[in-house]
């Protein structure tokens, strides 16, 4: 294969692809006609290959028609959340120097109001909904490539709406981790996940929708999630669920809140990313689920996947697991604890930054590893344990801090749900910054005396705000370096 697209191509054409959010269900040989007919309608609309086309979108099988019906045409997919605001649209708009811009209007009210904002219209209608998109803009085609080196989509990393930094990967990428996920997980024509995490973003996108769509199974999309509305379809047959560690906490509360007990007799993988696991959280999930929570790692630049734990390896540690077969990963300068910089080798890497060869030089070595930024080590049996990112590293008092290693214990206490640790400078010192989640049962004075029984005095965090919500992307991850500016008004 080529082309993602082609990954629709030799399924039971009768066999179910999606369950869309509004519940219509669509075949696979259903998929391919609507992303045809969408690739033709962007080719008479003046589209051609090489051009980049901005898809602003939520959870939908339109989303997943454009994505398709994009590499039918040789055109790159520029995926973007729909809750992205108009300032950093905008930006990506710019960036990316898209050709024109779609907009999934039936899944989403906000990409409704970003097509409103920028003059869009109805160019043509497939059965999974209008194709809604703006006027042509001035811009030039990129190369074709004809192999899978040719780039299929550019997603742009969070936090990058001053300076945006555009990943470029290729088919080749996606077609990579697309198989070797599908294999390493074990997925088959009868499985069916549960897709709601941001299909916008590479966890979603090359780790929950691809893997699934390469084995023949299914996907049920949901644009938003809701912990009442996901324990529903976990009732009703989702075989594998894929999520961040905020969104398995917040399934706990409710649970506790409402003292339910979950039946999911169909359930058989749970797998969590994109942000560091709490150890009370996969705890209470697997006491939860009866199931293994795998714990995985992943980068954008590596399409994502790097390593995960399996269901057939127990694991009680807060590993990643081993990394992912034909991925290569190594530490980098490691300390006198073997804690170095991660780097990462493979066909997962990317083709660069968009636009940016001077960081694109900067990340990969000439040899071809991707320095992921993050530190980490291997444990005695090859497994990989992440600490953290090399920037959010804390230096207190001569002493490195973990982020992670403080989250943790935290959450340990039965009244916090979930905590963010982050530093800030001084002018002799680095004070370690906590904000938490909790049932408004516990006090600063009383937290700090009870990490006292977990922790060194250095880690214990000079100061601990009690907040009602998080800054977080679209997948419910944490954006900490938005919390010094989202909680200015608390800080002291």
Partial sequence: MKRIHELLENKKENSLAIQDFDNKNYSYSHLKKMSSQLGQALRNHGIKGG??????????????????????????????????????????????????VLFTTRASQQAEDHAKNLSASTIADIDCGPIVCTPLYNQKAEKVIDDGEQVATLLYT????????????????????????????????????????PGTHIYCLASAFLPVIFAGG???????????????????????????????????????????????????????????????????????????LNNGYGITECSPTIAVTKNEVRRSDLSVGLPVPNVEVKIDKPNKDNIGEILVRGKNVMKGYYRDAQQTKEVITPDGYFKTGDLGYFGKDGALFVVGRSKELIIRSGFNVFPPEVEAMLTKHPSVYQAAVIGKKTKTNEDILAFILTDGEVIETELKQWLK????????????YSVKKFPTAATGKILKHKLTTFFADILD
């Fill in 218 to 292: 299914s996907i049920q999309f949901v644009p938003r999630f809701k912990p009442d509305e996901v324990l529903g379809f976990l009732r009703e047959g989702i075989t594998r669920f894929p999520g961040v560690p905020q969104m398995f906490a917040s399934i706990i509360e409710l649970l506790d809140k409402n003292n339910e007990i979950l039946n999911a007799p169909h359930l058989r993988n749970l797998a969590t990313g994109g942000a560091p696991l709490d150890p009370d959280v996969k705890m209470q999930i697997e006491k939860i689920f009866k199931l293994q």
């Fill in 51 to 100: 051009d980049k086309v901005v898809v602003v979108s939520e959870n939908s099988a339109m989303y997943a028609a454009c994505l398709f019906g994009l590499s039918e045409i040789d055109a790159w997919s520029v995926l973007v959340n729909a809750r992205q605001s108009k300032t950093e649209l905008d930006s990506i708009i710019k960036h990316s120097k898209a050709k024109c």
């Fill in 453 to 464: 029984k977990y922790l060194a005095p250095y880690k214990i965090p000079q100061h601990i």
């Fill in 158 to 197: 969070t936090g990058t709406t001053s300076e945006p930094k555009g990943v470029m990967l290729t088919h080749n990428n996606l077609l990579f981790n697309s198989e070797n996920s599908a294999n390493h997980i074990g997925l088959n024509h009868n499985d069916k996940v549960l897709g709601v995490l």
